[in-house]
Nanobody
Framework: QVQLVESGGGLVQPGGSLRLSCVASGSISSIGYMAWHRQAPGKQRESVAGIASDSSSNYVDSVKGRFTISRDNAQSTVYLQMNRVTPDDTAVYYC??????????????WGTGTQVTGSS
């Protein structure tokens, strides 16, 4: 079995910063693409940022220059550094990873989400 667990969410004042972490555990052979997504109330889930095995990254336009995605392969972890947070960033944030496990794959695994609220 493979599990992804996010942490680091919470309440942050507009203009503030937050760092999200997502750790994968279980019978992991290798991890490829990692990504962060978010879903705001009443809206569809959107992909926020992604990072490939070679550490090349991409971002949705609304977070470019403010958010940074990074990965630690040795720790099976992906991070999302969120700077200059705005109320529009309020959402549940989910991580996903393309994981090859001892049972096969690769396939996408998802975390259960962490709430981020940008508010004073």
């Amino acid at each position: 079995q493979v599990q992804l667990v996010e942490s680091g969410g919470g309440l942050v004042q507009p203009g503030g910063s937050l760092r999200l972490s997502c750790v994968a555990s279980g019978s992991i052979s290798s991890i490829g693409y990692m990504a962060w997504h978010r879903q705001a109330p009443g809206k569809q889930r959107e992909s926020v940022a992604g990072i490939a095995s070679d550490s090349s990254s991409n971002y949705v336009d609304s977070v470019k220059g403010r958010f940074t995605i990074s990965r630690d392969n040795a720790q099976s972890t992906v991070y999302l550094q969120m700077n200059r947070v705005t109320p529009d960033d309020t959402a549940v944030y989910y991580c996903s990873m393309a994981i090859r496990s001892t049972f096969g794959g690769p396939r996408a695994y998802w975390g259960t989400g962490t709430q981020v609220t940008g508010s004073s």
